[in-house]
C-alpha cells in the first residue's frame, strides 16, 4: 500500500515524536507562488549580470559592409570603426574624438585598414599612443 504523505502516514500510526512532525512541516513543499518568486529573482540576478558584460565593437568589415566605396577603415579606441578614404594624422595623443576638437582632424583613431588588401597599420607615432587625431577623407563616389 503506497501512501501520498509519508510523514502523515506515520504521525497516526504515533511513530514519529512531535520534534519531527514540526521538522516535517518545516521540509513539506513550499507554495508555488513561492517557487515562482524565487525563480523571478533569479532571472533578475541572470539579467543583471547579462547587462555587464560589454557589447563587442564591430569589425571593419561588419562596420563598412554597406559603404562599398570606402577604401579604408579607421579603427577607434573604444568606439566602433569608422570608414572612409585615405587621411591623414597628427601624433598627438588622444583617448576619443574630444581630445581632437580644434585641431582639424576630429576623429581619434588608433590604426587603420586598407579594406582592398585587409593589411592593417598603425600611424608609426613615437611613443605608441593610444589614438591620435586623424582626417579622414571622403569616400569615392
Same mark, same amino acid.
Given at each position: ?10 504521525? *497516526? ?31 533578475? /540576478? *541572470? /539579467?543583471?549580470?547579462?547587462?555587464? /558584460? ?60 586598407? *579594406? ?26
Amino acid at each position: 500500500m503506497h501512501h501520498a504523505n509519508p510523514i502523515a502516514f506515520l504521525d *497516526r500510526l504515533g511513530a514519529i515524536p512531535l520534534p519531527r512532525r514540526l521538522l516535517g512541516a518545516l521540509l513539506a513543499p513550499a507554495p508555488l507562488r513561492l517557487g515562482s518568486r524565487v525563480t523571478e529573482v533569479d532571472a533578475r /540576478k *541572470r /539579467k543583471k549580470r547579462r547587462r555587464q /558584460k560589454p557589447t563587442p565593437t564591430p569589425t571593419c568589415d561588419e562596420s563598412c559592409a554597406a559603404y562599398p566605396a570606402c577604401s579604408t577603415c579607421y579603427q577607434r579606441p573604444g568606439l566602433s570603426p569608422l570608414c572612409g578614404g585615405p587621411g591623414s594624422a597628427l601624433c598627438e595623443g588622444c583617448s576619443s574624438d574630444s581630445d581632437c576638437v580644434g585641431t582639424g582632424r576630429p576623429y581619434c583613431t588608433r590604426r587603420f585598414t586598407d *579594406r582592398a588588401t585587409g593589411e592593417t597599420f598603425g600611424w608609426g607615432c613615437p611613443g605608441d599612443p593610444i589614438g591620435v587625431c586623424t582626417n579622414v577623407g571622403a569616400c569615392e563616389a
